[in-house]
């Protein structure tokens, strides 16, 4: 396997309808679906990177400021940020599309983390990921100061070791 890949080989798009089934009493799209569709096109995309089975290891907090109604078309597009030894950041991007209507607007952003792991379910190496366009580089800088945030708050990292959240908030 090459130890380096280019961040746009990860690139998934995935798209559903909202039907009743996937609704609330009000006719909206539930939250716990619209998580479901993002874990597996974000677990699609890390696949794409690390060519290998992976876990969702965190989801980063995802906050539900418009609801999404009964008929939209929903397009979540995925792509890994940044690899680190076993674990990868993705990147979602949520847009919901009233057709009839003609509106389309960005609902939700999210990361999420995703360790690939081997036959005895162990966490296992991942190739690079080098960045290529100006968004890309921008979400690959961001993504080490997310993942020690991640990681002190799940209680993996002491915050006198997360050197790039102390630069932030000008702790130094
Ligand atoms: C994620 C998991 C594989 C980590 O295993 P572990 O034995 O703790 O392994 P490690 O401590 O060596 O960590 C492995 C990687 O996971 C990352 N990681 C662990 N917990 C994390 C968290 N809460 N958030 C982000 N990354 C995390 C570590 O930073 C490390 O990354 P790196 O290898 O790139 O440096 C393990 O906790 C697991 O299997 N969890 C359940 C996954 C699952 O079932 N998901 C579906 C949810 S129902």
Known sequence: MSSKKFAKESAVIMTEM????DTNTLNNLMGGKLMHWMDIVAAIAAQKHSNSIVVTASAD?????QPIALGN?????AQVTRAFNSSMEVFIEVTAEDIPANKKVMTHRA?????????????????ELIPETPEEIENYEGALRRRQLRLVLAKRMKPED????K???NLD
């Open 18 to 21: 909202v039907l009743p089934n």
């Open 61 to 65: 907090n995802i906050s539900f400021q």
């Open 73 to 77: 078309v929903v397009t979540l597009k």
């Open 111 to 127: 990361f999420f983390t995703f360790v690939a792991v081997n036959e005895n379910n162990k966490p296992s190496r991942i190739p």
């Open 162 to 165: 997360a050197v790039e959240l």
């Open 167 to 169: 630069s932030i908030f």
